[in-house]
């Protein structure tokens, strides 16, 4: 059809000449046909048997170092894929043979028909998009670069309430909201260094789902645990539900009480206000109430109180268990604020330490593990619940650890904005430039961690940086004027 066999072409000349009165030189010597040496693509038997041929289904390639190779029809259709599955679709066309009575044919053919056929080296990996393969995803970027956010499923607006809660890692988010021209909505406001605006409300660090759902619960009046509060050794008392927040008056347990009562009314005004919720999930160990099941955010004797292995245990939470309090809470949250869009996150940050009698490292990693398969399993199972991964950014491998600081647990000022880049790119409506954003988002790099705590031995003095000191400091100071 396009380049007939040479020798055919050489006798319909001969026949032409002959037949018009030429001779053909006896020693003619046809020129070498060079057509030879480029692919071959056969006559189909059911072609070629109805001119009385035999025809085949194979296939011969260029000639390379002086070697042709034949493939049969199944392997040639594989090495077509081969090639075509490395560009991208819309670069290809047939324009002659996708016209006039060939359109009606091929405008039938599915556009993902390479994707799902049948046939040899043909599987649903074939197709997929870079952000599906490992090696699409990562050569030759740069670690800042790396985006794994394909499509966050939510875009937060300028007027839109956002509140957050959850581990000392949601502080960033907050900060980056707050900074970036969002409504940070924190209603509880005051002073930073008394743990206000940490969090849209007072609540100080919320490290478990079991204590997002007893929250909501002592909130709304449905659940009053046992301890109150919890006596310190200079005379004044705490919060037990949030003992890192320093209180303004807290001479006597009655002043825990009012304070909290107040502060009651602010967490129940940001969850009935709220347009979106971001959670960040921390860890899965803690400490809870013997005698009502109440669980706190710290062992009982490392801020306040004192251990009583009779009244207090240690628990580990599963993802059973983990998901079943995320899905109370949130369906409690749902109950006073229908509209509200959720996110949930986990904090990249490792325990500080383990209760489990085993290396730090295997908690740190089963703990982790746990929150982020229970914040799949309700991405997957309740509607306008999102995820974002604050997580895989710090954490995977591709950037070599070089988001933690050589303690090898602290995220760096780089892995804080490579998040805070992605979530208000992805994940807001902000159109301030991205130097101006990571600028503001820097400012005040500290965070107020109340696991902090439990790096401090019996007599030694706590070594907290930044924020944290300038807490302890402010409350020492407090209390030398009172």
């Known amino acids: 059809m396009n380049h007939p066999t040479l020798e ?81 679709r819309e670069k290809f066309s047939a324009e002659k043979v996708t016209q006039g009575i060939y359109n009606e044919f091929f405008s ?16 649903p990996y074939r197709n997929l998009p870079s952000h599906q393969k490992w090696r699409k995803s990562f050569t030759d970027f740069e670690i800042s670069d790396v985006d794994p956010v394909v499509d966050c499923g939510f875009k937060i607006q300028a007027t839109d309430k956002v509140a957050t809660a959850g581990s000392c890692f949601a502080q960033h988010l ?13 209603p509880e406001a005051g002073d930073r260094e008394l743990g206000y605006g940490l969090y849209s409300a007072r609540y100080g660090n919320i490290y478990t789902p079991a204590q997002l759902n007893q929250l909501l619960d002592r909130a709304y009046g449905r659940f009053e645990p046992v301890d109150t509060a919890w006596h310190k050794g200079d005379g004044t008392f705490v919060d037990p539900f949030r003992p890192e927040i320093p209180q303004v008056t807290a001479a006597t347990m009655a002043d825990v009480a009012e304070d909290r009562a107040a ?65 109370a809470a949130i369906r409690k949250i749902r109950e006073v604020n229908p509209g509200v869009k959720i996110i949930l996150t986990v904090s990249p940050v490792p325990l500080m330490a383990t209760y489990v009698p085993r290396h730090v490292l295997l908690s740190t990693t089963y703990s982790k593990s746990v929150l982020r398969v229970a914040a799949e399993e309700i991405r997957m199972n309740f509607p306008d619940v999102h995820y974002f991964p604050s997580y895989e950014i710090i954490t995977g491998s591709y950037n070599r650890g070089a988001y933690y600081k050589k303690d090898y647990r ?30 503001r988002i820097r400012e005040d790099y500290d965070i107020f961690c109340a696991e902090e705590m439990l790096d401090a031995g019996d007599n030694t003095p706590l070594k907290a940086p930044g924020l944290f000191r300038r807490v302890l400091e402010m409350a020492t100071v407090r209390k030398k004027k009172n």
């Open 108 to 123: 039938k053919i599915p556009k993902n028909a390479a994707a799902v056929g049948t046939g040899y080296n043909r599987h």
């Open 263 to 327: 502060h009651f009314g602010y967490v129940r005004e940001v969850f009935e206000k709220m347009d979106y919720f971001v959670f960040t999930l921390g860890l899965t160990e803690a400490w809870r109430s013997r005698i009502d099941g109440a669980v706190f955010p710290l062992a009982p004797g490392v801020a306040a109180g004192a251990m009583d292995p009779d009244k207090y245990e240690f628990v580990n939470f599963g993802v059973t268990e983990t998901t079943a309090d995320l899905s």
């Open 410 to 439: 602290t995220v760096t000022q780089e892995g804080v904005n490579h998040v805070m880049k992605l979530f208000l790119k992805h994940g807001t409506s902000v159109h301030d430039s991205e130097d101006e954003q990571m600028r």
């Open 174 to 186: 907050a900060k980056a909201l707050e900074r970036s021209g969002l409504c940070y909505y924190a």
């Open 8 to 88: 055919v072409m050489i006798d319909a000349a001969k026949a032409t000449l002959l037949h018009n009165g030429f001779k053909i030189a006896e020693n003619f010597s046809p020129p070498y046909h060079h057509l030879l040496d480029f692919a071959t693509m056969p006559v189909y038997p059911d072609i070629a048997s109805r001119y009385g041929q035999t025809g085949s289904i194979h296939f011969i390639s260029n000639k390379v170092e002086g070697v042709r190779q034949s493939y049969d029809i199944q392997t040639f259709i594989a090495k077509c894929f081969d090639l075509y599955g490395k560009k991208a």
